[in-house]
């Protein structure tokens, strides 16, 4: 069973970066896709960035696009979101998610990213 471990939240000023990272405990063959999703407080939980293991299709919100770059390691099954240019709009938990080959969700516990002055 997969199990992910995300890390690298944190508090930053505006204009700063932040680099998150998840590890994907699991078999890496059995992965369809891994992505970042983010929710605020008082909103529906939103997809940042997600990719797929085995093509190079990628996809953005538009409200991070330019700003965030999702990249995966595959030999060491994990999922990085390379956030810059922050800004007060960002600041959210974001959590790590990983579909397997069969459709079934995984979720990281989540990681606080705050962006404040």
């Known amino acids: 069973q997969v199990e992910l471990v995300e890390s690298g939240g944190g508090l930053v000023q505006p204009g700063g970066s932040l680099r998150l990272s998840c590890n994907a405990n699991?078999?890496?063959?059995?992965?369809?896709?891994m992505g970042w999703y983010r929710q605020a407080p008082g909103n529906q939980r939103e997809l940042v960035a997600s990719?797929?293991?085995?093509?190079?299709?990628?996809n953005y919100a538009n409200s991070v696009k330019g700003r965030f770059t999702i990249s995966r390691d595959s030999a060491r099954n994990t999922v990085d979101l390379q956030m810059n240019s922050l800004k007060a709009e960002d600041t959210a938990v974001y959590y790590c998610?990983?579909?397997?080959?069969?459709?079934?969700?995984?979720w990281g516990q989540g990681t606080q990213v705050t962006v404040s002055s």
């Open positions: 699991g078999s890496v063959s059995s992965i369809y896709s």
């Open positions: 998610n990983v579909i397997s080959v069969w459709g079934r969700n995984y």
């Open positions: 990719l797929f293991t085995n093509s190079a299709h990628i």
